[in-house]
């Protein structure tokens, strides 16, 4: 039996082109992409409503994987909108591969903490990407 290894993705993106109330297919395509990108098994979603209450407007998404789940919220009333992305596994997973599928919203900046929650909460990498810079490409967002 192989034994979890409890990694979690936290993400903030400040994006021009979010997901909006008409999208919500969209981003459930999105979001089973997104499962079999990372080489996980979906189990339960996405499951995706859009939010009207003045000041909180947006879209939140969220699926159960075999291994935890993947939860997405986006406001997109803001300018610049914003995604806080949250992708929680006990199995390895790329996490350049999550961060990569936030170009589709044309990010002007992504903040991400990357987690290591086997025994404690051990910072396995913290990130900031900003729209003039080169895209991330770290060799710890590269291994699972």
């Known amino acids: 039996m192989e034994l979890p290894v409890h990694k979690h993705l936290i993400i903030r993106a400040e994006v021009t082109n979010p997901p909006g109330k008409d999208k919500q ?44 789940h993947i939860a997405m919220h986006v406001w997109d009333a803001q300018k610049p909108a914003l995604i806080q992305l949250d992708v929680y596994t006990c199995g390895p997973f790329k996490p350049i591969v999550v961060i990569d599928k936030l170009k589709e919203f044309d990010p002007v900046s992504i903040h ?22 080169n895209w991330p490409n770290k060799e710890q967002l590269n291994n699972g």
Not at 112 to 133: M, P
């Open 112 to 133: 991400w903490k990357y987690l290591d929650r086997e025994s404690d909460l051990k910072t396995v990498d913290i990130g900031i990407w900003q729209e003039s810079a």
């Open 25 to 68: 297919e969209y981003i459930k395509d999105w979001f089973r992409t997104l499962v079999k990108d990372i080489d996980m098994k979906l189990l339960a979603g996405p499951y995706c409503e859009y939010v009207d209450v003045p000041g909180n407007e947006g879209l939140t998404c969220v699926c159960i994987i075999e291994t935890s």
